[in-house]
């Protein structure tokens, strides 16, 4: 495998770069609490597993080279990021870890059905995003021997690529929720969410574009 020592901080730096899902994971644990943050670093965890099954797969290239399945991965995880950004924006109340656990009896409002969500966003939005198919097929490729075993030099690349944006976005998730004594405000929380629906909207029209 070729120059590991570089690829790392190329990684880091992708992981670090503010994006969706950085989004995603302060929406969630501001909203929803430090352990609804986790679940949504454990969907994201699951989306950058899949790709690396379907790259093992070699399904990677094939879908990178065919413009209509790139094209409807692209769209689709446009369509989903304003999805998200729409719902963001015009949630009209704010919800604490501490209304969860008032509400812990309650099977209508069970904190499972906020985990659940917090999961399945991190996975969609990583299934659904065309920039993960073109970082297995586009930057990993340059740091992988072709003389040795592809597949294993593989799952170690992007083995290191979700332990980095767990630890990263971990390290977020406790930061936010450190912070969240000073950030409970309704006031601040109802802007956040307006704010961070108006970014998701714009990721979601940028990724479309391009």
Do not use: C
Request: aromatic share 14%.
């Amino acid at each position: 495998m070729h120059s590991l020592l570089t690829y790392i901080p190329i990684a880091a730096m992708m992981v670090v770069i503010p994006g969706a899902d950085t989004m995603l994971v302060m929406k969630n644990t501001l909203r929803y609490g430090a352990k609804a943050g986790r679940y949504n670093i454990l969907g994201l965890a699951t989306g950058l597993s899949f790709w690396t099954v379907i790259a093992i797969l070699g399904l990677s290239v094939v879908i990178a080279k065919s413009v209509f399945l790139f094209t409807t991965i692209k769209y689709l995880g446009a369509a989903y990021l304003i999805y998200l950004g729409i719902r963001s924006f015009f949630a009209k109340s704010t919800f604490s870890l501490d209304d969860m656990q008032s509400q812990a009896n309650s099977k209508e409002h069970s904190p499972k059905r906020y985990y659940k969500t917090s999961f399945m966003q991190g996975s969609l939005s990583n299934i659904l995003n065309p920039k993960t198919v073109l970082v297995y097929v586009t930057i990993m490729p340059q740091f992988i021997n072709l003389e040795g075993n592809i597949n294993q030099q593989l799952i170690i690349l992007a083995s290191i690529l979700t332990l980095l944006a767990v630890f990263w976005f971990l390290f977020l998730v406790y930061v936010i929720d450190y912070a969240k004594k000073w950030l409970r405000n309704s006031k601040f929380q109802k802007a956040f969410q307006k704010v961070t629906g108006m970014i998701l909207i714009g990721f979601g029209i940028k990724t479309g574009m391009n």
